[in-house]
Structure formats: C-alpha cells, structure tokens
C-alpha cells in the first residue's frame, strides 16, 4: 500500500510499504479522508519527541472497513466508520472508571515516542482496534469524520469546567481548538465568549462561532475590558489552547476570583504560573488530555450543524502531495486551518 513516511525529521516520503497486519479483534480500514494535525506538523522537527522517524503519522480519520478480526462484533466489511486516536486497554484502573484517556497502557495512533511505536492513519489502510471505532451517522462525510478527533477534545475541555448557563468564558488562542470550543461553549449555554489571538486574521470565525468580541491578548488594557463586561469581577473561566508561560498567565489573571482556568494547549512542556494570584483568589485548575469516549455526541453535534467543522477545512488533497501540505502548515502559511489528506 501506500504510505506518507516521516523517513528522517523534515523529510516525508509517499512510498510503498507492507499493508499493517490486523489481530482478531481489530478492524482493517481503508481511509477515506485523515486530517494533519498541529502535532504532526510539530512532528516533522523532532521537537515533541513523539513522532521518532520512521513512523507514519495521523490520527484524525476516517474510512470503510475492508475486513473484521475473527472476534469482532458489531463491524462489517463496508461500515462507514471513525476512530479514536486513543488505543486504550479497557482493563486497567483508569479504563474501568471511564477514563480512557488515562489509560495506563495507552497509545496513540501515528506516534513513536521512546515507549512504542503505532503507526497512524496518513495511508491506505490502517490497523485499529475494534473497541475504538465509531460508525458514522447520515449524512455526515468522511472529511467531516476526520474532525470528530479535535472536535472531542474541545467537547472533553468544556465537560471539565465548572460552567454555568450565562458564564463569561475567555478563550486564549483560536486555532482549530479553540475555535471548536467556541463552538462548544455556544451550544452548553455560555453567555459571553472573548476570543484572544494574535492572528486577527482568525477573528471572522471566532465571531461567526459565537465569540462577542476577539482582541488581541498583546493589549494592556484587556483586564479593564472584560472587568467592564462581567460588572468588575472578570470571566468566570478561561481556556488556554495554546500552552505557554505567557497565555497561561494571562488567562489566569483574566479570570474572576474562585474562577476555573482549564488548561487544553501544550506548546511548551512547562509554562510558568502565577502561584500566588492563583492561590490567593482560589483559581481551580483543569488539565485536559485528549477526549474521553466523547466521539458519539461529537458525531451527532456534527450531523445536526450544532457544530461546524466545515469551515475549519482549508484545502482537501491527495495523499502523495501530503509532504507539500504539511511544509506548508509548517511555515505557518496566513488562513491555513485544517487540511484533509486523501489516499
């Protein structure tokens, strides 16, 4: 089959390489659409240190079933279907409380790290689990099917916060992530929404999205700003789907006493944090991992138009121009979003 292999760090090649093996309980898909995510586009450096070459990337998808492990139940050869990135083992402590995203022995699709190897979706066919895979509802498209990933990690962020209908919610950095908690946000109630970017060039979306106002979180005045729409207090939560030291705090420092700061992004592995303006006006802290069997409400917001992911689509292509796309997304190309790659 063909495969876009991360052969060396800045170097993906469109090659020929063995169809994966599939075990008895596991489903043998033909991808139809698999989108490029921000942390294979990370990959492509080295400087996560979670995609070590050679590995074959991606794990926002979708495809056919072309065949079903002995011991499957529930798949069939020509099921329509999407899958988690989170290969969980279902049995450790975390599994059996629902929380997959803990899982012990978790892995995730298209990532070699010092622990293991799995290779991703970024081919024509991939091997997965059976007990991870989604069938697709009507009228939802396989480009659509490979969002439902980042739309459950925005779903999972919003489920942590303590939100109440009519909360002011700050959202730090309307990349795909935080502009799908805007959406989010607008759907579980939330009164206000203020988008921050340094990319004014995103705010057309935010704002169709449901954000009030975008500013950009490099003005001085910003506390004063939202102190005037929330009646001095400040927002009642914030998300920060960036993960800096910089976002990090502001976002804290935006928030109202006893307010809830949930942290999605990760850019850098540490970020310092106001500790004492924290504990002094009791900020709660949220880390968000991943999702958490959030893909079925995520595939029936996608067909019912509560969410949009349409418009985060900014180019669909064919496989063997992937290495092009992902430079592309790499140089940070002006109103690139998502881009779905198809075998």
């Known amino acids: ?53 050679p590995i074959i990337m991606g794990h926002e998808a979708s495809g056919v079933v072309a065949a079903v492990g002995e011991r499957v139940q529930g798949f069939a050869p020509g099921d329509r279907i999407t899958f988690d990135s989170t290969i969980y083992c279902g049995r450790c402590h975390f599994c059996r409380q629902g929380r997959i995203n803990l899982c012990d022995n978790r892995r995730v699709l298209g990532v070699s790290c010092d622990d293991y190897r799995q290779n991703g979706a970024l081919a024509e066919f991939v091997a997965v689990p059976s007990h991870i895979a989604y069938h697709l509802p009507e009228g939802v498209s396989f480009e659509q099917a490979a969002l439902v990933e980042p739309v459950s990690i925005a779903v999972h962020a919003v489920s942590l916060a303590p939100l109440n209908l009519g909360d002011t919610a700050v959202v730090v950095g309307v990349g795909t992530i935080g502009l799908l908690i805007i959406q989010i946000l607008r759907t579980a109630g939330c009164g206000q929404i203020i988008a921050l970017d340094i990319d004014h060039g995103k705010f057309d979306l935010a704002r169709r999205f449901g954000a009030a106002v975008c500013w950009d979180p490099r003005e001085e005045d910003l506390l004063q ?49 106001p500790l004492q303006s924290v504990v002094t006006r009791e900020i709660a802290l949220y880390g968000s991992c991943a999702s958490s069997g959030e893909y079925p409400i995520c595939l029936e917001l996608i067909q019912q138009g509560k969410v949009d992911v349409n418009s985060l689509i900014s180019a669909t292509a064919p496989l063997r121009d992937g290495a092009e796309w992902f430079q592309r997304l790499y140089n940070k190309e002006p109103g690139l979003l998502k881009v779905v790659l198809k075998p």
């Open 1 to 53: 089959m063909k495969a876009l292999v991360l052969k060396e760090y800045h170097q993906l090649s469109y090659e020929d390489v063995p169809e994966p093996h599939y075990g008895p309980d596991d489903l043998l898909v033909q991808v139809k659409a698999c989108a490029i995510c921000g942390s294979d586009v990370h990959g492509l450096d080295g400087s996560t240190g979670r995609r070590q070459p």
């Open 225 to 273: 700003r939202i102190r005037s729409l929330t009646k001095g207090r400040g927002a009642d939560l914030a998300f920060d789907a960036v993960g800096l030291s910089f976002t990090v705090g502001q976002a804290a420092g935006l928030l109202r006493k006893g307010g809830a700061l949930v942290l999605v992004g990760n850019l850098s592995p540490q970020a310092d944090l």
